[in-house]
């Protein structure tokens, strides 16, 4: 089975400080991505890679970046977290483009306060 | 996602009931049609999908059908049962895969 990790379930950080969220997948899938789920919203992309040291913006990347220095990682970092980047964040990987499924993390409950 | 729209955004139905979710798109180019369910503390987890060469796939309790003219597409859940409680997300590929806003399906018994 598709495992994919994410290094916390719940994280409670204050204005202005950077935070990382970490994704670890084990399958070695090329692609990777973050979403953020907000009520009433659905999922909403953040950032997706499709291979080690790229990435490529998704619909929401203000105040976001992403690192993926290996196959099976990779990082969301907010540089300076605000109040409205309290979400859940979801990291998800697979093995092709838009058209093969995702495998979803278990989510990230971030509270900035 | 806006190009994606999900209804409804919240479904009680009687176990033994059937459900149905529908999702419409705007991208005529879009071909590929998952249905994602999350279960309360876990993430989205894919259980059925559809292409656009077919016009309706079953797998057991749950079924998705396609209408490519009308640009929409549903989920089908039969004789629904407690465990069938969840968020259900559509997505459709529109250039990076879009997710519907949910809807969240409780089953009563």
């Known amino acids: 089975d598709v495992k994919v990790t994410q290094s916390s379930r719940y994280l409670v950080k204050r204005t202005g400080e950077k935070v990382f969220l970490e994704c670890v997948q084990d399958m070695d899938h090329e692609n990777m991505f973050w979403y953020r789920q907000d009520p009433g919203l659905g999922l909403r992309l953040i950032y997706f890679s499709y291979d080690v040291k790229m990435k490529e913006k998704g619909d929401i990347p203000e105040g976001y970046s992403v690192s993926r220095e290996k196959k099976e990682r990779f990082s969301l970092i907010l540089e300076s977290a605000s109040t409205n980047q309290t979400s859940m964040y979801l990291c998800?990987?697979?093995?092709?483009?838009?058209?093969?499924?995702?495998?979803f993390g278990p989510g990230t409950r971030l509270t900035v306060t | 996602g806006e190009n994606v729209e999900q209804h409804p955004s919240t479904l009680s139905v009687q176990e033994g009931d059937s459900a149905v979710i529908k999702c419409t798109y705007s991208d005529s180019a879009s071909n590929y049609f998952p249905w994602y369910k999350q279960e309360l503390g876990k993430g989205p987890q894919l259980i059925i999908d559809?292409?656009?060469?077919?016009g309706e796939k079953k797998d057991q309790r749950i079924a998705v059908t396609l209408n490519k003219t009308a640009k929409h597409f549903s989920l089908h859940i039969t004789e629904t049962q407690p465990e069938d409680s969840a968020v259900y997300f559509c997505?459709?590929?529109?250039?990076?895969?879009?997710f519907g806003a949910g809807t969240q399906v409780v089953v009563t018994p």
């Open positions: 559809i292409r656009s060469n077919v």
């Open positions: 998800a990987s697979s093995l092709g483009g838009s058209r093969n499924e995702q495998y």
């Open positions: 997505a459709a590929p529109v250039e990076k895969l879009q």
